[in-house]
């Protein structure tokens, strides 16, 4: 797991902005927390040497308050950009998620790939906020304020920069150590704690089945004692997962302190002035304060991370290509079908198999076959949203006016077709079939303010769909949400069957 | 009263005072560790620049290594007694709810059937308990160090300790409130773009194929673009406010400073202050405002925890226990009267009038609601080895009957008369994710395995027992995944066999299965109540299906009717 995945750049514009803002943000504030130090060092150490008062601080003190101002508006503005370049974000990725994988087709959706896309697109990817918000900037100031403070302290003091030097890659180190060390126990436990967590909501469920065996007195004790499992469980787990707080806290405040003792030791001797002394005494704390942030936000950012991930590894599948001869004029055409096998997935079947069939103008053909025969598998292959694994589909144009003798018409075979020219030619009804948002009068293709055409009402008289219209109160005007929200199944059917009567393609299919 | 759910579900949390106060107290200790840290090293330094015998600094260097290792100890002991408190309450907010939903409203709990609802009141529970270990016990930390620091400073030097003062409530209060409104408002604001978004992007997906091929896919997508900058535009008020609470944060921390510079400094001059005193009064803040970097997180988990609460409480009310439902401490084997509405009329007491007399009705109207009947029934009089089918369309309220002759339900009128008590199996009854010999024993705890194969036997599952891999001792999936659909019907009625219940009512138990299948099915269960006691206790069966080919085997077949005014007839 990367911290900062190039990929979010190369895919995200936003993130690319944003990094880089908050990269240049990052490097001011690591110059202003060193100015302020020094600044408030040199204050400081003249009064309690008294050697000033008020008025000779007077022009430093100015120059303390414009370095506060600075940073009150550079954290300002990290928030306001973060907050709103996590939204951008989420919004570009899901946007690129949801355009990629209508593109992969629904073949490549129904391959398990399905249900992950539609977690990502709805709230998935919300986790990358926090990411985006909390742990980048402190990725970023780890990356600016840490080595400049460092670099100041060095120049000052060649004993605490090298106390912070030793100290600072032990931080990572213990972290890992421990969490190498760990790892397997805190797995074991978690896994633990799923099942018991899981339980109690078993038992909730059940409620109603308990219930009804006169029964759910019984599972009280039971739920108490799965929740002192789960509690004494999670104590163990979290005794350990602590620990690398724990480390974490420990390196960055001792050697903070150590800094401070050697310090002092050292102006004792007379080898350090208070100027110098208090400055690396204030910019001790700020080398590892970035790190103990990151360390703060891991958990929240590790969640974004994942999210990402998985949006990466949709984008990245590769679109097939798209071959550019436009489909044959189909009307009065035929479609021909040859021993169209498709493997089902996951299943050891073939379905279809072995079929063969003309679809020729002016006839209605009929595929029929038990459950799971696989007539809806061979209308995807029949608008080529499924590829064959045998056999061939090919469309064959009408013969063109005046060239009615033309001995053989040319077959094109579908796969090298543009399946946008194809589909254009296609009325496609399927099973659950899909209302665009807006009316009923609007799905069956009517414009705004166009009045409903007697074509209209007949095929609504052949579907039934006129019933379906007179039992709405806003009759063609009913309001048609997303999914067909507020109708029946049936009813969206009837809607979804008018509009293929009333503007068929040349090819009709019904599934 | 909305804004009561988050203390309400803290009562149900049931929290320790003195372990939360224990919590506390150890995170003072690991943040005092850090301030004082902070002053003490403060103090060191500038007195060591004085040149003292080192010996009178041997107490600042021992106090500030301590420091430096006690804040992490303490910190560590805070985590572990913070989460301890935490836990104790979700386990017992677990308990309560499930002691309030066992008892409650059926209605109300009937939905947890749906994993994700189930699943989010789980999250729900969590995020409740999350509030104690992310925003009640860090804000008061914060605030016992914040006021201790300020006491200690105001002790150097009055002013100092004002602008202090002035400071952490600026970083501490102010800044973590508009921090916390932020969010509230980026919430209200984006409600509705949010659900657009979510509701395109899932249209997108589930029909892509059928909007690329009608052409509409670009349409869509532009649509769900649009959908996205409107989001965007709608987060826009409440990150102003998050960045402003941000702001302050910094603020707080500059008031303190400079304030403690701008009257320090005349201090030392006029004597007031000791010139190691300013170094202490100055840099303390800077390990001070530490205190306060936690809380615009701990403001915004205590929204989210007040929505989490605000959902639980909703169902808690929801499930409003019925007063008038089966007494628990009814008898069983004795006539019992179950619960009638006496408000409701003819409701009065049937006697028993014949000894053997299993089950009986009179003027049983059912319904969910008090006031909305659903359907009626024709008086009953059921004796040992009676079985009846009720059929009738689906919504016709087969299910509302049985439910309420189970005993679950108060009937809206009338009376129902049993010799013990009916065990209702429901179409969609609950596998619970255990072992074979556990969901049987969720009937009866005493079920034996010998009896578990009895009945596994009885309904025709012998076969696929000895077919699983552990036998009895198998794991069902969550949900009862790993069982078919048919096999999964026979489970529950062997369940309900093994529960040694002298009346069963079962709920469509052919539901999804094949018609041979189904009316062999429902002809076996059709068929309990004449087979001999040592196979099965069951001495009336009342079945709801609408799968006739199996009626004959019925003594009586019931047409169940939505309810209308006037009575129902039987056919």
């Known amino acids: ?511 | 009263m909305r804004d009561r759910a988050l203390p309400r579900a803290l009562r149900l949390l049931g929290v320790s005072w003195s372990r939360a106060a224990r919590a506390v107290f150890f995170g003072f200790l690991a943040l005092g560790s850090a301030v004082a840290l902070g002053g003490v090293s403060a103090w060191l330094i500038a007195r060591a620049s004085q040149m003292p015998p080192v010996l009178t600094l041997s107490v600042a260097v021992v106090a500030v290594r301590a420091f430096g290792i006690s804040r992490a100890v303490f910190r560590y002991v805070e985590r572990l007694a913070s989460h301890d408190v935490a836990l104790r309450g979700m386990s017992a907010l677990r308990s309560r709810l499930y002691e309030r939903l066992s008892q409650g409203r059926l209605d109300a709990v009937a939905p947890l059937r749906r994993g994700d609802l189930l699943a989010r009141v789980g999250a729900d529970v969590d995020h409740v308990g999350d509030v104690v270990v992310r925003s009640i016990i860090p804000a008061a930390v914060s605030a016992c160090v914040s006021a201790a620091t300020v006491v200690a400073m105001m002790a150097l030097l009055p002013e100092a300790g004002g602008f202090l003062a002035v400071g952490l409530l600026l970083a501490g209060v102010a800044g973590p409130w508009l921090t916390a409104r932020g969010a509230a408002r980026t919430e209200e604001d984006s409600a509705q773009a949010r659900s657009d978004v979510s509701a395109l992007a899932l249209d997108l997906v589930d029909h892509a194929a059928e909007q690329s091929v009608a052409g509409r896919a670009p349409q869509s997508l532009s649509a769900l673009r649009e959908a996205d900058d409107l989001w965007r535009a709608s987060t826009d008020a409440g990150a102003r406010n998050t960045a402003w609470g941000a702001a302050l944060g910094m603020a707080g921390l500059a008031v303190a400073v400079l304030g403690a510079l701008w009257c320090g400094i005349p201090a030392v001059s006029s004597g007031r202050l000791s010139d190691v005193g300013l170094a202490v009064v100055v840099l303390t803040p800077l390990a001070a405002f530490e205190s306060t970097l936690v809380l615009p997180a701990a403001a915004a988990q205590w929204h989210r925890s007040q929505q989490a609460a605000r959902r639980l409480m909703a169902l808690w009310d929801a499930t409003e226990p019925e007063q008038d439902t089966f007494a628990p401490d009814a008898v069983p084997g004795s006539a019992s009267r179950l619960g009638s509405r006496p408000a409701v009329a003819g409701a009065d007491l049937v006697p028993a009038e014949e000894s053997d007399m299993i089950l009986s009705t009179s003027g049983l109207v059912a319904g969910w609601t008090a006031g909305r009947p659903v359907t009626g029934l024709p008086d009953l009089r059921l004796h040992s080895g009676d079985s009846v089918m009720l059929t009738g369309a689906s919504g016709a309220g087969k299910t509302t009957i049985l439910a309420t002759l189970a005993g679950i339900l108060a009937p809206a009128s009338g009376a129902v008369l049993t010799a013990s008590r009916p065990i209702l199996t429901t179409e969609d009854a609950h596998v619970f994710h255990t072992t074979v010999l556990e969901n049987l024993r969720v009937a009866r705890g005493a079920v034996t395995p010998a009896e578990a194969r009895e009945a596994l036997d009885v309904v025709g599952l012998t076969p696929w027992l000895s077919a699983l891999p552990a036998g009895l001792d198998t794991m069902l999936g969550p949900e009862g995944s790993t069982v078919s659909g048919g096999e999964r019907r026979r489970l529950l009625i062997a369940r309900a066999l093994v529960s040694r219940a002298g009346i069963l009512l079962i709920d469509e138990p052919a539901e999804h299965l094949d018609v041979e299948t189904a009316d062999a099915l429902v002809a076996d269960l059709l068929r309990l109540p004449q087979l001999p006691l040592t196979v099965s206790q069951v001495r009336v069966v009342i079945v709801a299906s609408h799968h006739l080919g199996a009626a004959r085997f019925a003594d009586q077949v019931i047409d169940v009717r939505p309810w209308k005014p006037e009575p129902p007839v039987e056919d």
Request: no cysteine.
């Open chain 1, 1 to 511: 797991m990367k911290p900062l995945d190039p990929k979010l750049l190369r895919f995200a514009a936003p993130a690319r902005r944003y990094v880089a803002l908050t990269a240049a943000l990052g490097a001011l504030t690591a110059a202003l927390i060193v100015v302020q130090a020094l600044v408030l060092a040199h204050v400081v150490a003249p009064v309690v040497g008294h050697q000033a008062g008020l008025a000779e601080s007077r022009r430093l003190l100015g120059w303390l308050a414009v370095i506060f101002a600075a940073r009150i508006v550079l954290t300002w503005a990290q928030e306001r950009f973060g907050q709103r370049a996590g939204v951008d974000l989420v919004a570009d990725l899901r946007s690129q998620v949801v355009a990629r994988s209508v593109a992969l087709g629904p073949r490549w959706l129904a391959e398990g790939r399905g249900p992950e896309v539609v977690t990502l697109a709805t709230r998935g990817l919300d986790d990358l906020q926090p990411y985006v918000t909390r742990y980048l900037p402190q990725l970023l100031l780890a990356a600016t304020v840490t080595p400049a403070s460092l670099l100041v302290v060095l120049r000052l003091d060649w004993l605490a920069a090298l106390i912070i030097t030793v100290t600072l890659p032990l931080v990572p180190l213990f972290m890992i150590l421990v969490g190498r060390l760990t790892q397997g126990r805190t797995e074991r436990r978690l896994a633990v704690m799923g099942r018991l967590g899981s339980q109690v909501l078993d038992l909730l469920a059940g409620i109603p089945t308990l219930r009804a065996l006169h029964r759910e007195h019984g599972p009280e004790r039971r739920v108490r004692e799965l929740g002192e499992a789960y509690r004494r469980s999670t104590m163990g787990t979290l005794r350990v997962a602590f620990l690398s707080g724990f480390v974490l806290e420990l390196l960055t405040t001792l050697s903070v302190a150590m800094v401070a003792v050697a310090v002092g030791l050292r102006l004792v001797s007379g080898d350090l002035d208070l100027t110098t002394g208090l400055a690396v005494l204030i910019l001790a704390p700020e080398v590892y304060q970035p790190i103990r942030q990151i360390g703060t936000h891991f958990h929240a950012s590790a969640d974004g991370i994942a999210a990402a991930n998985s949006a990466f590894e949709v984008l990245d599948v590769p679109l097939p290509s798209v071959p550019r001869t436009p489909a044959p004029v189909m009307t009065g055409g035929s479609v021909r079908v040859t021993g169209l096998s498709v493997a089902a997935p996951g299943r050891r079947v073939t379905a279809p198999s072995d079929l063969s069939v003309d679809l020729r103008s002016g006839e209605v053909t009929a595929l029929v076959g038990p459950n799971g025969s696989g007539k809806t598998t061979a209308v995807m292959a029949l608008l080529g949203l499924v590829t064959p694994d045998a056999g061939s589909i090919e469309l064959i144009a009408a013969p063109a006016a005046g060239v009615e003798r033309h001995p053989l018409p040319t077959a094109i075979p579908l796969h090298a077709v543009d399946p946008a020219t194809w589909w254009s030619q296609v009325t496609w009804l399927p099973q659950r079939p899909w209302l665009a948002p807006g009316t009923i009068a609007s799905n069956v293709g009517l414009e705004p303010g166009e009045l409903i055409s007697p074509g209209i009402v007949r095929a609504a008289q052949l579907t039934g769909l006129d019933d379906v219209v007179a039992s709405q109160p806003q009759g063609w005007h009913t309001a048609v949400g997303q999914g067909g929200v507020g109708l029946s199944v049936g009813q969206r059917q009837r809607v979804a069957l008018t509009r293929a009567l009333v503007a068929p393609g040349a090819l009709v299919v019904l599934d």
